[in-house]
C-alpha cells in the first residue's frame, strides 16, 4: 500500500514539476486572462459563468500580482488533486492500485487534458468534486450520517459557484439511488438539508441574476445550445475535436470502456455511467444544434479513459466460456493496444512540453501555433509607450474583439491602462466598463487576425496610424499589429 502511495505521488509530483517549469514560458490563452480577470473585478457572478473561478483567483492577485506562472498555479495544484482523486476512483472500481496507476498516467498523458491542467477554468473545479461526489454518495450509501449529507449539500454548491453544468451531477444523483432502491436515503430530512446547504451556497449566483434580468442564464443557454435547428454537420465537428483532442487513442479507449460499462454490475462503474453519460448525452444532443467545444465533455473523458484502461488490462469478461488459448491472446492485444495508446500520447504531450518550453521550431509567417498566446504582453508594453506620449486628457486602449480584450486589459495590468472593447456583442464587458468610451481619444489596437477599418466602422474626428509592429519568434511573424489612434470617439457608424 505504501509503495502504491508512493507511485501516485511520485508520478502526480512529475508531471507538476513539469508544468510548474513550462508554465512561465508563454502567455495566457484568452479563457484563462478572461477569467484571471473576474478577481480584479470581484462579484457575486457574472454573464459568463458563476463566481469561484474568481474568488479562487483573488487572494494571488490581491496578494502578488499577476504573472503567468501564478494565474496557472491554482490549475497545477487542482490537477494533481484531480489526479490522486481518480486514482483513487479507479483503485476503488478494479481493486488493482497498478491499473490505477496506469489510469492516472493515461489521462495525464491526453492532451486537451495537459492543457486544461495549466487553465484554470471552471471545469478545473469540476473534475476533483465530480470525484469527491462519487466518493460521498458511496458513503452515504454504507453509512447514512449526518456529515455525508452535510458534505454531499457542501460539494453540490461548489459546483454550483463552478460552472452552470454542475445541474447536469443531479440526475445521476437521483439515478442511482432510485436504480439502488433506496429511497430512505433520496427521500429523507437529511436530503433536504443537503438540498438547503446547496441552494445557500448558490444564493450569489441566483441574487446576483436576479438584479441582472438573468443575463448569465439567458447568455448560457443561447452559447450552449446555439441555434434552433439541427444539423448533423456540428455533431461530427464536435465529435472529431474530441478525437483528437484528447488523443485519438485516448478517445477510442474512453468509448470502448464507456460501452462496456453498459452491462457491469459495479457501483462505481455504474456512478460514473451515471454522471459521465449525463454530460456526453447532454453535450451530444447540444451538438447538434452548435459546435461544442472539446473540454465541455471533458468530465465523461476524466472518467471513462480510466474505465476503458480499467478493461483492458484485465482479461475478457464475458458470459460465454471460451477456449483459454483466445482469451489469452485477446488479452494480450488488448494489452499491447493499451500500452502502444498511453506511450503514444505520453511522448507526443511530452514533445509539444519541450516545444511549448522551447520554442524550438521556425513556423511560416502567421502560421505558428504559438499566435493565440504569444506577443500580447509585447502589445501592451508598446501600447503603454505611446499612450506615455500623447498626454491626452482622456485616453485609453480599444479593441474590436473580446478574446483580444480579455488578453489586453490582462497585460495592461501593470500598467494601470484603461481598456474598452468596443464589439456589439452583449458580454461580460459590457458589466465592467462603467463609463462610456464616447469623448476618449482611443488608440485601436489592430492584430492581423482581428482586424478593423476604423476609419470606415468608427466615428473619430481624426483617424491616426501611429505605428505597425510585428510579433516575431525565431524569425518568423507570429501576428502583426498596427496601432491607430481615433481622436474623439464617437461611436461607430451603423
Known amino acids: 500500500m505504501i509503495k502504491a502511495n508512493r507511485d501516485i505521488l511520485l508520478l502526480i509530483a512529475l508531471f507538476s514539476l513539469i508544468r510548474l517549469a513550462v ?6 490563452g484568452v479563457d484563462e486572462a478572461h477569467y484571471f480577470l473576474y478577481a480584479k473585478y470581484l462579484d457575486l457572478s457574472y454573464v459568463d459563468h458563476p463566481p469561484l473561478v474568481g474568488w479562487f483567483h483573488a487572494p494571488i492577485y490581491y496578494l502578488f500580482g499577476t504573472s503567468e506562472f501564478l494565474v496557472r498555479l491554482p490549475a497545477i495544484i487542482l490537477f494533481a488533486l484531480t489526479t490522486y482523486l481518480l486514482y483513487q476512483f479507479t483503485a476503488a472500481l478494479s481493486g488493482s492500485r497498478q491499473i ?35 466518493f460521498t454518495i458511496k458513503k452515504m450509501e454504507e453509512s447514512p450520517q449526518l456529515k455525508y449529507f452535510v458534505c454531499l449539500g457542501v460539494l453540490l454548491g461548489l459546483s454550483g459557484l463552478a460552472k452552470y453544468t454542475a445541474i447536469l451531477f443531479i440526475p445521476p444523483l437521483a439515478a442511482y439511488f432510485i436504480i439502488k432502491r433506496r429511497y430512505d436515503l433520496l427521500v429523507s430530512k437529511q ?98 444544434r452548435e459546435t461544442a467545444l472539446p473540454h465541455w465533455n471533458s468530465p465523461f473523458y476524466l472518467l471513462f479513459i480510466p474505465i476503458g484502461v480499467y478493461y483492458l488490462s484485465g482479461p475478457m469478461r464475458s458470459e460465454e466460456p471460451r477456449p483459454q488459448v483466445a482469451v489469452t491472446n485477446t488479452f494480450r492485444k488488448k494489452k499491447i493496444f493499451l500500452n502502444f495508446s498511453i506511450c503514444f500520447s505520453l511522448i507526443v504531450t511530452l514533445l509539444l512540453y519541450a516545444e511549448l518550453g522551447g520554442k524550438f521550431f521556425r513556423f511560416p509567417d502567421y502560421q505558428s501555433p504559438f499566435r493565440d498566446i504569444y506577443g500580447y504582453d509585447a502589445m501592451a508594453a508598446e501600447a503603454n509607450s505611446i ?78 496610424p501611429v505605428k505597425n509592429m510585428d510579433i516575431l519568434l525565431n524569425g518568423g511573424k507570429v501576428n502583426s499589429v498596427d496601432f491607430v489612434w481615433c481622436r474623439n470617439f464617437r461611436g461607430d457608424r451603423s
Open 191 to 288: 436530503m433536504l438539508l443537503a438540498a438547503i446547504i446547496a441552494l445557500m451556497l448558490v444564493s450569489p449566483v441566483l441574487y446576483w441574476n436576479l438584479q441582472n434580468d438573468f443575463v448569465s442564464f439567458r447568455y448560457q443557454t443561447g452559447h450552449v445550445m446555439g441555434s434552433a435547428s439541427i444539423g448533423v454537420k456540428a455533431f461530427f465537428t464536435s465529435l472529431a475535436a474530441q478525437f483528437g483532442s484528447y488523443s485519438p487513442f485516448l478517445f477510442l479507449i474512453a468509448f470502448y470502456g464507456f460501452f462496456k460499462s453498459f452491462r457491469d454490475k459495479n457501483d462505481w462503474i455504474r456512478l460514473a455511467l451515471l454522471f459521465g453519460g449525463a454530460i456526453l448525452i447532454f453535450f451530444l444532443y447540444t451538438s447538434l
Open 23 to 28: 508554465s512561465p514560458s508563454f502567455g495566457l
Open 387 to 464: 499612450l506615455n506620449r500623447n498626454h491626452s486628457a482622456k485616453q485609453a486602449l480599444a479593441v474590436t474583439n473580446w478574446t483580444v480584450g480579455s488578453r489586453m486589459t490582462y497585460y495592461a495590468l501593470p500598467y494601470k491602462m484603461e481598456v474598452f472593447v468596443i464589439d456589439k456583442r452583449q458580454d461580460q464587458f459590457d458589466f465592467w466598463q462603467k463609463q462610456s468610451p464616447a469623448g476618449y481619444d482611443l488608440l485601436f489596437v489592430n492584430t492581423r487576425f482581428d482586424r478593423e477599418d476604423i476609419e470606415k466602422t468608427y466615428r473619430c474626428d481624426v483617424v491616426q
Open 100 to 134: 490505477a496507476l496506469l489510469a492516472a498516467l493515461a489521462v495525464n498523458s491526453s492532451f486537451l487534458f495537459n492543457a486544461l491542467s495549466f487553465m484554470l477554468l471552471p471545469d478545473s473545479f469540476l473534475y476533483p468534486l465530480m470525484l469527491l461526489l462519487i
